[in-house]
Nanobody, 115 residues
Framework: QVQLVESGGGLVQAGGSLRLSCAAS????????MGWYRQAPGEQRALVAT???????NYADSVKGRFTISRDNAKNTVYLQMNSLKPEDIAVYYC?????????WGQGTQVTVSS
């Protein structure tokens, strides 16, 4: 089993920045990919960004150039630096980890952007 604990959400004005963190514990050796999804009210959960253990990165088109995902393998932690935030970025952001044919989710952290 893998446990994911997120932190860093909150309220920010449009154009501002937030940094999300997600620390993994448990059966960490099984993890390959970590990343972030988000779910806005009334919408399905959608990919934001992913990063593999080898450093390969993928972003949703809507966040390219504004968000940066990074990973500290020594700390088993993945980060999401979010800049130039927009009201359309409002959502609950979920950390996830995958590996060994299993998928794990964090509890979610709310990001709110005021216009």
């Amino acid at each position: 089993q893998v446990q994911l604990v997120e932190s860093g959400g909150g309220l920010v004005q449009a154009g501002g920045s937030l940094r999300l963190s997600c620390a993994a514990s448990g059966s960490i050796v099984s993890i390959n990919t970590m990343g972030w999804y988000r779910q806005a009210p009334g919408e399905q959960r959608a990919l934001v960004a992913t990063i593999t253990s080898g450093g390969r990165i993928n972003y949703a088109d809507s966040v390219k150039g504004r968000f940066t995902i990074s990973r500290d393998n020594a700390k088993n932690t993945v980060y999401l630096q979010m800049n130039s935030l927009k009201p359309e970025d409002i959502a609950v952001y979920y950390c996830y980890a995958s590996g060994s044919l299993r998928l794990y989710w964090g509890q979610g952290t709310q990001v709110t952007v005021s216009s």
